[in-house]
């Protein structure tokens, strides 16, 4: 759904040509700017960190990442309270503006922020076990729908992309899979290698190595068109559920009331740094596509999401508990 070159040639040459420009004229960039994301080590983070050192090289200002662990209300709060002058930015993935699906948050995705721009997107794979007999999403299908109940999917913490993804699969394609839930993505992945869940709609970098070692089978990705880090596998849209579409995306947000032109600003420095070769070459290492995106195509993105996901959401009765 649940996704920046820098040119410091341009930029040089912006602030060469008029000292009042936005990044001077609105103080901007007059100290460190910080990217507040999720815990250490996890995806966000090493994104979060590869494109903090672009920024940094161009930029002339140093960018620190902040890393904020535990709920997405705390890092979501810190940059909803910051000023918003571009100083401070917000890279989370989908669960951030999801969250408000599934339980009670002190923040609003679209009214508390400012999208900035798309940074990455990855894919969930959908993956068997090799006793599972089914080779493809059709035959995964007709597979559940004959053995009703006796097929399970293993899925991370609850609202996950490993359970959303899983709960609009069975939504849209009319089957029912059962949830059996683990504390986190690792564990679920450990499950499906023991066969004792049969199916997973894991992450790609997740499921890749262990896929390659014949762990697992692949069937397809969730994302609407093919992947370059699973080449030759199918979309499941292609495959027998029309119009599914489910990502792992990454989005930055600055606070709300950020002046325009900063936003654009930032917008523009943070979607090259991302295409940069040898940062691009770094996020796809990752698991990660680099994308970047205006500000009203990452908005597109939320609002589809919110509008998309709810309905699932709602349908299987997904909450949080406080």
């Known amino acids: 759904m649940w996704q920046s070159r820098f040119a410091a040639?341009?930029?040089?040459?912006?602030?060469?040509?008029?000292?009042?420009?936005?990044?001077?004229?609105?103080?901007?960039?007059?100290?460190?700017?910080?990217?507040?994301?999720?815990?250490?080590?996890?995806?966000?983070?090493?994104?979060?960190?590869?494109?903090?050192?672009?920024?940094?090289?161009?930029?002339?200002?140093?960018?620190?990442?902040?890393?904020?662990?535990?709920?997405?209300?705390?890092?979501?709060?810190i940059v909803a309270r910051a000023s918003p002058d571009g100083h401070t930015l917000l890279l989370y993935p989908g669960t951030f503006w999801i969250a408000p699906l599934l339980q009670k948050v002190t923040y609003s995705p679209t009214k508390d922020f400012a999208p900035v721009s798309l940074a990455t997107t990855s894919p969930v794979v959908v993956v068997v076990h090799p006793a599972v007999p089914a080779k493809s999403v059709k035959e995964l299908?007709?597979?559940?729908?004959?053995?009703?109940?006796?097929?399970?999917?293993?899925?991370?913490?609850?609202?996950?992309?490993?359970?959303?993804a899983a709960e609009m699969f069975n939504y849209m394609a009319g089957t029912k899979i059962v949830h059996v839930p683990y504390k986190?993505?690792?564990?679920?992945?450990?499950?499906?290698?023991?066969?004792?869940?049969?199916?997973?709609?894991?992450?790609?970098?997740a499921a890749a190595s262990h896929v390659k070692a014949n762990r697992i089978r692949a069937l397809a990705v969730t994302t609407a068109r093919p992947s370059a880090l699973?080449?030759?596998?199918?979309?499941?849209?292609?495959?027998?559920?029309?119009?599914?579409?489910f990502s792992q995306t990454l989005g930055i947000f600055a606070p709300a009331r950020t002046p325009g032109k900063i936003v654009e600003l930032m917008s523009q420095e943070l979607r090259r740094t991302v295409q940069r070769p040898e940062v691009k070459e770094r996020l796809l290492a990752s698991g990660a596509e680099p994308v970047g995106g205006s500000p009203d195509q990452l908005m597109t993105i939320v609002q589809s999401d919110i509008a998309k996901i709810g309905k699932v959401v709602a349908g299987a009765r997904i909450r949080i508990q406080e």
């Open 184 to 205: 986190g993505a690792g564990p679920a992945m450990i499950g499906l290698i023991g066969e004792q869940v049969q199916v997973m709609f894991a992450s790609g970098s």
């Open 9 to 77: 040639g341009i930029v040089c040459a912006a602030i060469a040509a008029s000292a009042t420009g936005p990044a001077h004229g609105q103080g901007f960039l007059d100290r460190p700017v910080r990217i507040v994301t999720s815990e250490p080590g996890g995806g966000a983070d090493a994104v979060a960190r590869l494109i903090a050192s672009g920024l940094t090289a161009t930029l002339g200002r140093q960018v620190i990442v902040e890393n904020r662990g535990g709920s997405v209300v705390i890092p979501a709060g």
């Open 141 to 164: 299908i007709t597979l559940v729908r004959d053995k009703p109940g006796q097929l399970n999917y293993g899925s991370g913490a609850a609202g996950s992309s490993t359970h959303l």
């Open 230 to 245: 699973f080449p030759g596998l199918p979309t499941v849209s292609d495959s027998g559920v029309p119009g599914y579409e």
